[in-house]
């Protein structure tokens, strides 16, 4: 379940984020709508993702031959009831920025069983073969 935060200005952004990070989410966990692109130098170097409901310029094209809303093309990703949709929608119309955080409940086990970052028994010798990792195999 993802929590959408409401906020006015670019500098409640950060507040908003700082709020959300001190209640356990983490960084990669958030997103910052938009309706234009933003440019936020604080945010320049973190995992926050920034997504501008308005696209590139191909996707402004394909919206005008395809007729598709941009908002609701973002807000779709959140399952949201047709009324949740039109109020976030109209937030973001209305040059306001939505802060959403959604735990991440997905598994990262296989990530750390192939990958030899997280091998704990490192070969010993002073050679190295691809055979003597757990990892993948070119």
Known sequence: MSEFTIV???EGIIDAIKSKLSEGYKESEMTVISKTKLHIEALHDSEVNLTATSGSFSDKMAKILTGEDGEE???AHYKLS???MSRYKKEILNDNYLVVATKDTTSHVEAEKA???FETN???SDS???EETNGPKS
Do not use: F, G, R, W
């Open 128 to 130: 190295h073969y691809s």
């Open 73 to 75: 093309a973002v807000l």
């Open 8 to 10: 006015q200005n670019k």
């Open 122 to 124: 490192p070969t010993k």
């Open 82 to 84: 047709d009324e949740e």
């Open 115 to 117: 990958n030899v970052a």
